[in-house]
């Protein structure tokens, strides 16, 4: 074990700690792309949580060969994140101490970005931007993208309650002295969620802030691994119950530290996101958990003030007020929809006193308050769709009118289908349907060329989202994604010169849109029967990071 100390006349330096559990293949790369950082990481502290695979092993062989890097081997598993990194806090020397975790990278000039920015304004909190990279696609998705457009400073949390919005530990960088004077940790042994608590303990004590909009982590998420991380291991209904507890342990932290803003923000939050993320699920989910999902939601629910629920966006509210207004699940597709982003708000729309839009008939007291302010290009417009394969591909679209919003706005007179693939980059096709009137909407088709679209995705097994944009005849109207309806969605061999043959699957995701997986050739599509029985024969464990 190697072991690097400052001396009171080095200029501050950083310490990043890294927590490792069984992650042998992986922990090589996290290291070393936190010592590629340069000088201005003085140490790396890697923190191995009693692995049984070699990864203490292959950290003590890194030490050998790089004088930064110090090994903390514990003794005894704790069974979560959070001990470790108290471990690790613990061990650092630097003036500053950053997180990574065994799975995950930090880019190059993540640290000094951060540094440069905690010096310079003499913060003890310093964020950045992450980006989920969806392995092995490599599609990048922002972390929290409206937090990061441009460089700020805080006075306090206060200032800006949307840094709740990001519970990430590990965008972040800390003044060391800051959390040891003010004794704050993570929550200890096996705690889901520890970076929630973390955070809110954090904000709690008041530090100033910067941002910056540099990328500064990037989080790999591995939905195909034998061990899916527990953000992803949403199947079982106590990682909800886990993260409400989680949620509740960081209101507190704001109650208990006299920022009772901070804890109305952090409730208001949690509609705004934590439950739109699950609802968008719930109409998948089995019975069982779909009652004690919805008893659970509706306990923490009620304690929450209006005007916390209130603050949250239109339809998070909306969404949240259901579910208190509700004995038993119900309704559990139209949530899904309006949960969704873009959110699509389905038929049928009630109205009170003939007027005033409401959630249904028989929950009159659930209004969608707000309904009449939102913005033509934010409105939960629902625009069915149905993909008929053949040697020419069909696309029947019908856009139901939304409580008179689209007439009042301009008629659409058309809409621009665009076929995105779901591993990133930018739109291959599109497609414009004209529209007519059509029993209280309006609806059109349009020939969809599959084999053109195939070919721009190149080979192997490509899947397809559908955006759609309204045009009106005052220019771009409404915008949403596609909501699949039952008649189409089968799969379909099309026979074709290009390819031989074209397999073509239109399917309903989690949300309720539809998408479209393509396997050009007899290679592709014997890939999409063998990927199917090998999603079948996998056991998700979950993992612990």
């Given at each position: 074990m190697s072991q690097s100390a400052t001396s009171p006349n080095d200029p501050p330096r950083v310490s990043v700690v890294v927590i490792a559990y069984n992650d042998a293949g992986l922990i090589t790369a996290a290291v070393r792309s936190a010592l590629a950082q340069g000088d201005a990481v003085t140490e790396v502290v890697a923190v191995d949580d009693c692995s049984s695979d070699g990864t203490a092993a292959v950290l003590d062989q890194l030490a050998t060969t790089e004088p930064r890097l110090r090994v903390v081997r514990r003794t005894e598993n704790s069974g979560g994140c959070g001990t470790p990194r108290n471990d690790g806090i613990a061990a650092a020397t630097g003036a500053y101490v950053m997180f990574l975790d065994s799975d995950d990278v930090l880019p190059p000039g993540a640290v000094e970005a951060l540094l440069a920015a905690a010096e310079k304004h003499g913060t003890e909190v310093t964020v950045g931007r992450a980006v989920r990279r969806e392995l092995p696609a490599g599609r990048d998705v922002r972390w929290q993208p409206a937090l990061y457009r441009e460089a700020a400073v805080y006075e306090s949390p206060e200032d800006e309650p949307a840094l709740l919005h990001d519970t990430l530990c590990v965008n972040k960088l800390y003044r060391r002295d800051f959390l040891t004077d003010r004794h704050i940790r993570f929550p200890d042994g096996k705690f889901v969620y520890e970076d929630f608590v973390f955070t809110?303990?954090?904000?709690?004590?008041?530090?100033?802030?910067?941002?910056v909009p540099e990328l500064v982590y990037i989080w790999h998420v591995r939905r195909a691994a034998a061990q899916v991380s527990l953000s992803l291991a949403r199947t079982d209904v106590a990682n909800w119950q886990a993260r409400i507890t989680a949620h509740t342990e960081a209101v507190e932290a704001f109650r208990a530290a006299g920022r009772p803003a901070l804890a109305a923000a952090c409730r208001t939050k949690f509609v705004d996101y934590d439950l739109c993320l699950y609802l968008r699920e719930l109409r998948v989910r089995d019975a069982a958990y779909r009652a004690r999902w919805w008893g659970l939601t509706r306990a923490h629910l009620a304690g929450f003030e209006p005007a916390e629920l209130a603050a949250a966006a239109a339809p998070a509210r909306w969404l949240a007020r259901v579910v208190l207004a509700a004995d038993d699940p119900r309704d559990l597709d139209r949530l899904s929809q309006l949960a969704a982003d873009p959110a699509r708000l389905t038929p049928p729309y009630a109205t009170a006193d003939g007027s005033a839009p409401v959630w249904a008939?028989?929950?009159?007291?659930?209004?969608?308050?707000g309904f009449e302010a939102l913005p033509a290009d934010r409105l939960p417009v629902t625009v069915d769709a149905t993909l008929l394969a053949g040697r020419r591909g069909i696309l029947k679209l019908r856009v139901h009118e939304l409580y008179g919003r689209l007439a009042a706005a301009g008629a659409p007179t058309s809409a621009d289908v665009e076929f995105v693939p779901r591993d990133g980059g930018e739109s291959a096709l599109t497609v414009t349907a004209p529209l007519g009137?059509?029993?209280?909407?309006?609806?059109?088709?349009?020939?969809?060329?599959?084999?053109?679209?195939?070919?721009?995705?190149?080979?192997?097994?490509?899947?397809?989202?559908?955006?759609?944009r309204l045009n009106t005849p005052a220019g771009p109207g409404a915008h949403t994604t596609a909501r699949a309806r039952?008649?189409?969605?089968?799969?379909?061999?099309?026979?074709g010169s290009r390819y031989g043959v074209l397999l073509v699957q239109p399917y309903r995701t989690s949300s309720g849109s539809l998408a479209v997986r393509l396997a050009p050739g007899v290679q592709g599509a014997f890939g999409v029967v063998g990927g199917k029985l090998r999603r079948l024969a996998r056991t998700a464990r979950p993992r612990r990071r």
């Open positions: 809110a303990r954090v904000y709690a004590a008041a530090p100033r802030v910067a941002v008939d028989d929950l009159v007291d659930v209004t969608l308050d009137e059509s029993d209280g909407g309006w609806s059109g088709q349009v020939p969809v060329p599959l084999a053109r679209l195939a070919a721009a995705g190149g080979r192997g097994t490509q899947i397809w989202d559908l955006r759609v039952a008649a189409g969605l089968r799969r379909t061999a099309v026979p």
